[in-house]
């Protein structure tokens, strides 16, 4: 497997994504290397020193004005670690929590925390190994660093914890000897290096990103199915009126939607004599609403990009005036956010969809559809429940779209008085990613039934091809049947980018800032 060298400060969204989703290992560029210890011997020098430096030779939090003799340091350390890995609930999945080593790494790598070169080196070597922490997914606010997750990552380090290794959980000590590697024994301030900051929050952040975008550019395909398969206009997709609008998403939207129309038969044999003045708001709106959640994407993932480039751990080392001082970029508020932001525009892409899919189920508004889409209505139910999951999931969603950011408790006694809740608003995309997968599979299940149900006027050949490329894993709708797998496929199928590729490229995005 090939290794991806990182450049600490200049890390793109195309890599990361690309590493969480290949579960790549990563090395640091050795440019960094240089500035990595000479950090490192600062700290060192601090720890012996008389001044009081917070976290280095100092108690923390709370227990800042305890001083602590520089030869406890190792045990400081090791006892911060051990105290801090509190976390509970189900495991960070495997290759979240390998993205957010890599965040770590590229935190360490810029040279502000004073944590020794060898220490980022034995994260590289388990990532190249396959070692990947076991990680409780509950347990952070979101400031003073994601410390429970992040904790539990650096046990395994120092051998203790638990870690996956070859599909086995283990010890991670003897994760560490399987793999050859040795545990570390943390020096000044490493421990706190390594558990201050926002990696926990920022990898679950990206990972929700990701797949929201994903959905994003599926949402372009399922609403250009459904508009031909309820006939509806392709007018509101004019370019003059995007353009008169400015907003970058809408307009692409609308160029992507009208790529993938062109041509339809179905789309030309009502464009006169239809009684029908301007269509539901679901239909003739989506370049508004999905182009602004493609914005708000856009904007989410810029903030996460600068949060997986930045030192967010405290207190930083400042080399060249040979300072180290005590700061907050360990507080999360940029990447909650950002995950208030991604959620939002998951649950609007689900909530228009939806409003699709009852529209097509329902013979008063689809234009001749037969009623749920069935085809012998009455001793079939056709999508009708199919469309009430839908509704239920595009609920949900809504409930969990209120923002995490709002929110603040204090924790350790009134230390940490203002908290991000970044954590469990990041966590949630998973989540509700999965439930909007589900809508956007409803829809284009329903689609094709409605395209098919136009023949023999066809669709267009980008459409064309993503109903075949569906048909390949779903049969038609003849008659009632078991249906939950079918949705579970559909599902799958909007994710992967199978059915949009299988389209046209004409309905892929570009989530970083090139157009």
Request: glycine residues 8%.
């Amino acid at each position: 497997m090939s290794v991806m060298t990182l450049t600490p400060g200049s890390v793109t969204l195309a890599q990361l994504e690309r590493i969480h989703r290949e579960s790549l290992p990563a090395r640091i560029d050795r440019s960094a290397q240089a500035d990595i210890e000479r950090a490192a011997e600062r700290v060192a020098a601090a720890a012996m020193g008389e001044e009081a430096v917070y976290g280095v030779n100092t108690g923390f939090g709370k227990l800042a004005s305890v001083k602590i003799a520089g030869a406890d340091t190792a045990t400081l350390q090791r006892n911060l670690i051990l105290s801090h890995c509190c976390g509970v609930g189900e495991l960070l999945d495997g290759a979240t929590t390998r993205l957010m080593m890599v965040l770590k790494l590229l935190s360490l790598g810029r040279g502000a925390s004073g944590v020794r070169f060898e220490v980022l080196k034995l994260i590289e070597d388990c990532l190249a190994a396959g070692i990947t922490p076991c990680v409780p997914s509950q347990g952070s606010v979101g400031a003073s660093g994601d410390l429970a997750p992040l904790a539990h990552m650096t046990a395994v380090l120092i051998g203790e914890g638990e870690a996956d290794y070859e599909g086995t959980r283990m010890p991670g000590r003897a994760a560490l000897e399987k793999a050859g590697l040795t545990p570390v024994v943390l020096g000044p301030k490493e421990g706190l290096g390594l558990i201050n900051g926002t990696q926990f929050s920022t990898a679950c952040a990206l990972a929700g990103l990701f797949t929201a975008w994903r959905l994003a550019e599926a949402t372009v395909l399922t609403a250009s199915l459904s508009t031909d398969a309820i006939m509806g206009s392709t007018a509101p997709l004019l370019p003059e009126i995007h353009a008169l609008r400015g907003h970058r998403g809408q307009i692409e939207v609308a160029a992507a939607m009208r790529a993938l129309m062109e041509g339809s038969q179905i789309r030309e044999s009502h464009r006169t004599g239809d009684s029908r003045v301007q269509d539901p708001y679901c239909i003739r709106c989506q370049p508004q609403v999905a182009g602004a959640c493609v914005d708000l994407l856009r904007m989410a993932g810029r903030t996460l990009e600068i949060e997986a480039n930045a030192a967010t751990d405290n207190p930083l080392v400042l080399i060249d005036e040979g300072r180290i001082v005590s700061g907050g970029n360990f507080h999360a508020e940029p990447v909650a956010f950002a995950a208030d932001q991604i959620a939002l525009a998951i649950a609007e892409l689900g909530a228009i969809a939806q409003r699709r899919v009852a529209l097509m189920v329902d013979p008063t508004l689809s234009f001749d559809l037969p009623p749920f889409l069935a085809r012998d209505p009455g001793l079939n139910s056709g999508m009708m429940i199919a469309e009430v999951t839908t509704a239920a999931l595009m609920s949900e969603n809504k409930h969990l779209a209120h923002p995490c950011s709002i929110d603040s408790t204090p924790t350790s006694a009134n230390q940490e008085d203002h908290v991000s809740m970044a954590a469990h608003g990041a966590r949630r995309l998973e989540r509700m990613n999965a439930n909007l997968a589900v809508i956007l599979g409803v829809e284009m299940l329903c689609a094709a039934e409605g395209i098919e149900h136009r023949a023999p006027l066809a669709t267009s050949a980008p459409l064309a091809a993503a109903v075949a490329r569906l048909r390949q894993h779903v049969a038609p709708l003849e008659a009632d049947r078991y249906m939950a797998p079918d949705l579970q496929v559909a599902a799958h199928l909007v994710t992967s980018r199978e059915v949009v590729t299988a389209a046209s490229e004409a309905a892929l995005l570009s989530l970083g800032e090139a157009a």
